[in-house]
């Protein structure tokens, strides 16, 4: 990076994990760092799915950006969407026009819900992807309960109370899970019409079980918990068609119709348009779901100034495996990236990135949980314990962190959820 007339010009673009860990740690003073995103917060993206069914509320698990860096005063936080890329100029094009110039630039936009090749079943089953998909789903999950109370037609009725969740990863094992806690916990004395320990919760996964990327015994463990709950799974099962009053499926006994209005799909990836367009402008090498393929330094191959993060990188990481798409991965590469690009005002080079395998864990409801540290696995009341003080761990800043902590210790001692508000205005699009 000699040669240049002014300090080195880092632009970060997301503020998820990857961009959030790269602008902490790049605190040079020879540096001016610059985050754009189109929010305005972080959001600790594994509780998701605990907003989405009323356990904690959007401010417990999601952090102003300029918060996280006031002490930063080398970095500049901006609102904007990024748009394009131009790698020969050096610059960045915000939708509303504006352009930033840069001599290195971090791009950690992640990915969103891909249905297929199926974009028309989105109205009909939203992701779960930042804080607006989270209340979404929630203002869904509580407005069907309200419909089932009102309804008089037994079909129409169980058809409100069935939910569907397509994607037998850790986001569809949780929420199935928490719908179950939901339904069979937190309602179960509030309704005088209905009984919502009835409400029936089906979990579709495509492959031969769920939590596929888990040893066989821990996603043995998690159907039969999830059972428990009363979910029912059904692996080896393909959705064909999802329309506002129900789903289709195909799996080993044939094809069925399930009557239900309100689907959650936690199944396919896909990068953002901004990480396409960063592919297309690069000529860069990318996997179906449009990752880009990136070197040891987390760089596209022919251009050291443009770094990749997170789950829009495919890193090399074992012989025909890359680094998984999870907040361990990025935040290491956001740590690394930081790390190499401090380096390079001194000319050096480090050491190649090198992603440390810190194991999966799932939780499937209280008291319940599986984990594969690779060494050992544990599941059940054990690994749910570890689940809950990783995450409390891993939360940014001290207030979450102890409002988290309070909020379960509540929920745990009184088996409810205090975050179930329906705002806007209430119609009967479910």
Partial sequence: MGGLDHRLRVVIVGGGFGGLYAARGLTSDRLDVTLVDRQNHHVFTPLLYQVATAQLAPGEIAQPLRALLRRHANTQVLLGEAVALDPDARTLRLADGAVLPYDVIVVATGTRHSWVGHDDWEPFAPGLKSIDDALAIRRRILLAFEEAER??????RTAWMTFVVVGGGPTGVELAGALGEVARDALRREFRSIDPTMARIVLVEALDRVLPTYPRSLSR?????????????RTATRVTAITANGVDLEGADGSEHLATRTVL???????????????????AATDRSGRIRVGSDLSVPGHPEIIILGDLALTPWQPGRTVPGVAQGAIQGGRYAARRITASLDGRTIEPFRFRDLGELATIGRLRAVADFRRFRLSGFLAWMLWLGIHIVWL???????????????????????????????????
């Fill in 221 to 233: 463990r998690a159907r039969r918990d999830l059972a428990t709950l009363g979910a029912s799974v």
């Fill in 396 to 430: 940014i800043g001290f207030e979450s962190r102890l409002l988290v902590l309070l909020r379960w210790a509540w929920s745990f001692l009184t088996r409810g959820r205090g975050n179930r508000l329906i705002t806007g205005a209430v119609t009967d699009d479910g």
């Fill in 265 to 283: 799909w936690a199944a396919g990836v896909q990068v953002t348009p901004f990480g396409r367009a960063v592919a297309t402008a690069l000529g």
């Fill in 151 to 156: 309804e008089t037609d037994p079909m129409t």
